[in-house]
């Protein structure tokens, strides 16, 4: 690490005096240039004033218009000078482009749907990828956090040397002090983010998942084990919170935009990915084996975001606007113009002013529409029961004949990995939208039907384990495919620049806090509804939150993130609408049609 920290900063260094030179480049040939065009310009100043003696008598009558349309030539000519000037600033090249072609809608990247540049060119799909993947190893801690204490079960009570003696209590609040953590995780996140970059700010998660996990690897070897393990286990909740932020922040700004939705849900899909992965490896080695290799993990992760670079925007919005041009030139691969997409991006800071956004910013205009639309969509996701049906879960599989619950944990997570890569194709070809109304659809028909199936069986009928299994694959699979990454891609996408941190850090620590809330509430809620009002009550939020998707969402997919900005503020794109137009209105009709056979198929079976 020392290592590769040196070479970073050696890194910096030749970056620095390269933007050195390129300063002094853009200026010498600006110099060149006046100097190159100033005896053209002196004979052409002749040849004007000529034809103006000669003209003067015959435009006497009409000496106000003439007035008129010379400064109106004169204010653009200003104008395009301004404009000449601020591409040379921001080393644009505006000699390649032809006037008198038609590149089509400008969609942000280059001049065209189709993301190609103005000489045809298209972005690169590998430079992103990869560096989302190694992004997503973030994520993957996430999940890494979250699963560890699932394989765990009583061993923490047991006697050293397999456990370290705590209560059951104390073991319990181990388990849950992590969302407290990843609460304040995400206030702090919200705050670095825009101070240090996207990249550092992941960069200090990774080492705070380091600490924690060594601090549980060696909580045994000292008396006060309980102390050190709960510190541990605070420093892995604020590392998720931190990335549960930043990841998908980062991978947003750095997508192009038609493949933005789908780079975005390798968020989800790496969360998914750290569960499984951690719930095998802790059914074949013990509590501190985990511990060290969640910890290796973590280094991995603080290796690698070194050869990831910053997120374009945040440079601009911090004036390196040559080291902004450089990294988009990474991103978007070699030989491709950026010069639009760096337009774009200077345009769209330069309508939020110079400002860096203060708290009272997000409650007015365009920023307090998209913080509702990005807390709502949180709290929806939290509320769809997703808790209550990991804590049936095991009741579930143990009716279907199996009792093993590291089984059907394994089998759950399997499932989510999955539907969640096929959430990954699907979200840029269908839509933000389609996805989550197909998801609402499903979980709401599977949710009425655990819920019958818990309601026959505390009264005394029979029912098979078999349909309720079913049902709760049919609720995963509709969970894991959109209303699990679609509120991370979500938000994401719909703050403005000068306020995406703050913003990002308010949804998401109510995501965390809301989690929190649904555990706790989750006793109080089965002694007082029953186990099938739970599931019913978790189906009317779901049912709920298709109309919300269905009447005031709209369509993120192919928007650049200053068009959508755009939206918010009242100037939306002429085809971004709320009424479900082109976001795969086709295929939430067949989930509508599925759920209703399902529905009634599942009702009759239970009826013979």
């Known amino acids: 690490l020392m290592l590769m920290l040196m070479l970073k900063r050696l890194q910096l260094s030749f970056c620095e005096m390269s933007e050195k030179e390129d300063n002094v480049f853009v200026v010498f040939d600006t110099a060149r240039t006046t100097t190159a065009t100033a005896p053209a310009a002196e004979k052409n100043k002749e040849k004007k004033s000529k034809k103006k003696k000669e003209e003067k008598k015959k435009r006497k009558k009409s000496r106000r218009s003439t007035t008129g349309s010379t400064s109106s030539h004169s204010r653009k000519g200003q104008h395009s000078h301004a404009s000449e000037s601020t591409s040379l600033l921001i080393g644009v090249n505006t000699r390649g482009l032809n006037a008198d072609r038609d590149y089509g809608d400008d969609d942000g990247i280059g001049n065209g749907r189709d993301g190609k540049d103005v000489y045809g060119r298209k972005p690169s799909t590998l430079s992103p990828f990869l560096f989302s993947i190694v992004a997503g190893i973030g994520a993957l801690m996430f999940g890494f956090g979250v699963g560890y204490t699932g394989p765990l079960k009583n061993v923490l009570q047991e ?42 700010t992941i960069f200090s998660a990774g080492v705070l998942f380091v600490a924690g996990f060594l601090c549980i690897a060696f909580c045994s070897d000292i008396d006060s084990a309980f102390a050190l393990l709960m510190t541990g286990r605070v ?78 925007r945040w440079l601009c919005k911090k004036g390196y606007t040559v080291k902004a041009q450089r990294s988009l030139e990474r991103l978007r691969g070699k030989g491709y113009n950026v010069n639009m997409e760096m337009k774009n991006i200077l345009d769209g800071l330069a309508l939020e002013g110079d400002s860096n956004g203060s708290v009272f910013d997000l409650f007015r205009g365009g920023a307090k529409k998209a913080l509702i639309l990005g807390v709502l969509l ?25 009792s093993d619950a590291n089984l059907a944990a394994i089998l759950f997570s399997l499932v989510q990995v999955v539907v969640s890569g096929i959430s990954c194709l699907l979200v840029d070809r269908t839509g933000r939208r389609a996805l989550l109304l197909i998801a609402g659809i499903g979980m709401c028909s599977s949710l009425l039907l655990l819920g019958y199936y818990f309601w026959l069986k505390d009264n005394g009928y029979t029912m098979s384990g078999i349909v309720a299994l079913v049902c709760s694959f049919v609720y995963i699979s509709s969970f894991s495919i959109g209303l699990g990454p679609i509120p991370w891609v979500v938000m994401s996408e719909i703050f403005p620049s000068s306020l995406r941190g703050r913003a990002s850090s308010i949804a998401t620590c109510v995501n965390w806090t809301s989690a929190f809330v649904v555990t706790q509430m989750f006793s109080s809620m089965k002694s007082s509804f029953g186990e099938s009002g739970v599931f ?40 971004q609408r709320v009424d479900g137009a082109g976001t795969g209105g086709a295929l939430v009709k067949l989930a509508a049609l599925i759920a209703l056979l399902f529905l009634g198929v599942t009702l009759f079976v239970a009826s013979i």
Do not use: H
């Open 159 to 200: 006697k050293a040397p397999s456990g370290i003696g705590i209560s059951s209590s104390q073991q319990d609040i181990f388990g849950s002090v992590a969302n407290i953590g990843a609460m304040g995780g995400a206030l702090v996140a919200g705050v670095l983010v825009d101070l240090l970059g996207r990249t550092k």
């Open 235 to 312: 420093f892995c909740g604020v590392a998720v919170g931190m990335v549960s932020l930043c990841v998908p922040v980062y991978i947003a700004e750095i997508a192009p935009a038609s493949l933005r939705g789908g780079l975005g849900s390798i968020n989800q899909l790496s969360i998914t990915i750290g569960v499984l992965v951690v719930y095998v490896i802790g059914t074949e080695v013990d509590w501190k084996q985990l511990a060290w290799i969640s910890s290796i993990f973590a280094g991995i992760l603080c290796a690698a975001i070194f050869f990831v670079p910053q997120s374009p």
């Open 378 to 402: 949180m709290l929806f996701q939290q509320f769809s029961g997703i808790n209550a049906f990991v804590f049936f879960s095991a009741s579930i599989f143990a009716d279907a004949g199996v």
């Open 536 to 575: 019913w009550f978790y189906s009317v939020i779901c049912f709920i939150m298709v109309f919300y998707v269905l009447f005031f969402v709209p369509e993120t997919k192919g928007r650049t993130l200053e068009q959508i900005e755009g939206f918010f503020a009242g100037k939306p794109s002429p085809d």
